[in-house]
């Protein structure tokens, strides 16, 4: 902790304070009587008046020590006069408190640790006792940051300054001292003054115990390196205070008061963003016009984000994920992200939930572009799995793939949430409460699966006032149904509707069987799922995101395509999928001199646009097939699952690329002659 002090001194900057705290080169006394009285007194007056002082007796020659401190008076604490003085090898001992023409001056003698004797100012006189502060003497943590200050007797006023230090980290000191004095007079010139030093302290290797004689040692490295001066002595009060007098360049003593300041608290930064129109606020946090605060390490700020009129909260998006309580950690800097859309269509809803019965009805108020059209309206809801009879879903296939969330997440988030494809004999077997399913209602009485991410209208017809009233679920037992929530909306088919983004949130079933405000995005494009497809004749893939194009070559088993089975999620569209999404371009080409035909996908745009100028590859871009994220030097980013490529070298006569959700199947492609292309993009986790 050494202090790079410049004080006054003459016209003298006091030639870098010599800092104190780390300085100068010890120039030793000769052991006498003055060596016991170095250090830190108190003393206490009365009689015409009465307070305390604080001293600090410093070495000056080898036959007389220097006082000086301050007094403060118990009449008028705010008058507090510095002091200085001298005391010689018979312990006589002088001083005077204020100037030397109007201030007290005190006499008496020193004996060991202890003194005492007269005081007089002007009219008024009386006695003082003074006792010397016994000093630790076991080691203390030097490090951290240290507040010092400078007493001068040639200055008329106290330099002060602070010292920043770590002096003892892992063995070594970095010393940064500075000190100014704001005052005129005699010290008009004596700062500010800076001065950095580093070394090797004089301790062992990790080690951050100091003793008296280590500090000094360590301060007078750090004089010497500052510019020079001598420390003669140290001494260690309390844990949180060092004390200590030298000498400085030009001969003139001076004494230093050292007391531990507090840490400054590490603190990060949240930086809140919203997209669309709504606010989100917080401790700290009105986000809106204030979206940015600093936090202590460790700090929890919890986030409310509340849509503007016409606007629903669609999702969290950075440190927060889904619709629920954001709720942050900050143990490093953050940004969240609110997006808020535009209500699609609206639909007035009516709940009545006890905790025995639930009946829940909407009015969709169809846009009026829409109204006329041939349409569908879908239903959908994210059940608990528990939940699965009080819909009615008692019986299902159990081999066919539905999409569920994990056991971590709220499912108000259809898009967004963490999700999967999982058969529901795995998802009953598991047994596991907080598993959601993806479900939709089919007729009037009728709930069943979303079965590999297939959507079934609930009603079909022409868009209008015949279609608006819907009855969602009727008198159904709400006690295996928290956390439920249910979507309404419609399009001229399933595909149209996801791509518009014309589904919403209508209601919800909290956890106390009542009903609660509904958010988030029903959008079920979690559940839209890339189907693969085998063609033995020709050994090749195909992958498709389609529907249409799947249902298609499930009707025609004359061409030969069947599914492998295997299939990963990606989102359909824009406005389902994450910010840092992009269009997966799809090309189409006919090779083996027009016998084969085989598709190639990628998610980087300057991949894509490359191969949009090769002709001669004989590639035809198609379309953006769907969306996915680029993985950044092959990796996903969190929340998002990585899809593999492989190429399968030209054999066979024609190219064709494997799209692959596992490592291990890459292997097993790798094992049969196929050439990896590593992550290819970033899909639904």
């Not at 090309?587 to 990628?602: C, I, K, P, Q």
């Amino acid at each position: 902790m050494s202090s790079n002090i410049s004080i006054c001194w003459g016209n003298v900057m006091m030639k870098r304070l010599w800092f104190l705290l780390l300085y100068f080169p010890a120039t030793a006394f000769a052991q006498s009587a003055l060596d016991n009285w170095y250090g830190d007194w108190t003393a206490n007056y009365s009689g015409g008046d009465s307070g305390t002082c604080s001293i600090t007796i410093s070495p000056s020659t080898a036959t007389q020590a220097t006082l000086s401190g301050k007094c403060i008076s118990d009449f008028d604490p705010q008058l507090q006069n510095l002091v200085s003085g001298q005391v010689t090898l018979d312990g006589a001992m002088t001083l005077t408190a204020g100037t030397t023409s109007t201030g007290s001056r005190f006499s008496g003698v020193l004996q060991g640790a202890t003194g005492s004797g007269q005081w007089v100012e002007a009219d008024i006189s009386g006695t003082w006792t003074m006792s010397k502060l016994q000093s630790q003497t076991t080691a203390i943590d030097a490090s951290g940051f240290w507040n010092l200050v400078v007493y001068t007797p040639s200055c008329n006023y106290t330099a002060q300054g602070t010292v920043n230090s770590v002096p003892y980290a892992n063995g070594t000191y970095s010393i940064t001292e500075y000190i100014s004095n704001q005052r005129g007079g005699d010290c008009q010139n004596a700062g500010p003054y800076n001065c950095t030093s580093t070394g090797s302290a004089p301790l062992g290797q990790n080690s951050y115990l100091s003793t008296e004689s280590q500090l000094k040692t360590s301060f007078n490295t750090h004089a010497a390196y500052c510019g020079g001066g001598s420390i003669q002595s140290v001494t260690i009060m309390l844990p949180d205070s060092i004390s200590g007098a030298g000498i400085a360049p030009d001969g003139r003593s001076f004494s230093f008061q050292m007391t531990r300041a507090a840490a400054t608290p590490t603190t990060y930064a949240l930086t809140v963003a919203t997209s669309g129109s709504g606010t989100v606020t917080g401790t700290g946090i009105n986000c809106g016009s204030d979206c940015t605060e600093s936090y202590a390490d460790g700090t929890s700020v919890t986030l409310t984000a509340t849509p503007s009129d016409g606007s629903y909260f669609f999702g969290w998006g950075g440190a927060c994920i889904g619709t629920g309580s954001c709720v942050v950690t900050m143990n490093a800097a953050k940004s969240v992200t609110a997006t808020f859309k535009p209500v699609p269509f609206v639909a007035t809803t009516v709940s009545t939930i006890t905790p025995t019965s639930a009946t829940i009805s909407t009015t969709i108020a169809f846009n009026a572009p829409d109204v006329g059209k041939t349409g569908a309206v879908y239903i959908t809801a994210w059940v608990p799995v528990n939940g699965l009879g009080a819909l009615g879903i008692l019986a299902a296939s159990m081999s066919q793939a539905m999409s569920v969330t994990t056991t971590r997440d709220n499912p108000y988030l259809g898009g967004k949430i963490d999700t999967r494809q999982e058969t529901l004999g795995s998802v009953l077997a598991a047994a596991d409460p907080n598993t959601f399913v993806l479900v939709q209602k089919t007729s009037p009485s009728t709930w069943g699966l979303v079965e590999n991410g297939q959507l079934t209208p609930y009603v079909i017809g022409v868009l209008g006032d015949s279609m608006s009233s819907q009855n969602i679920i009727d008198n159904a037992n709400p006690a295996n149904l928290p956390g439920a929530q249910f979507c309404v909306g419609y399009g001229t088919s399933a595909a149209e509707m996801i791509e518009a983004g014309r589904m919403m949130p209508v209601a919800a079933i909290d956890s106390g069987s009542t009903a609660t405000t509904a958010s988030g995005s029903c959008n079920v494009a979690a559940g839209i799922t890339a189907i693969e497809f085998y063609k033995s004749d020709i050994d090749h893939y195909f992958m498709t995101a389609s529907t249409d194009e799947a249902t298609v070559l499930d009707n025609k088993p004359e061409w030969n395509w069947a599914r492998t089975g295997k299939t990963f999620n990606i989102w359909l569209s824009q406005s389902a999928a994450p910010s840092n999404a992009s269009p997966v371009c799809r090309f189409f080409g006919v090779f083996a001199n027009g016998t084969v035909g085989s598709h190639f996908y990628t998610v980087d745009a300057t991949e894509c646009a490359y191969v949009k100028s090769r002709l001669d590859w004989g590639w035809g871009y198609e379309n953006d097939a769907f969306y996915a994220v680029k993985p950044t030097g092959g990796t996903c980013p969190s929340g998002t699952s990585p899809i593999y490529r492989a190429y399968n070298n030209g054999m066979g006569g024609a190219p064709n690329h494997r799209y692959m959700a596992t490592q291990a199947e890459v292997d097993t492609m790798v094992a049969q002659g196929w050439v990896s292309e590593g992550t290819a993009l970033c899909g639904v986790q």
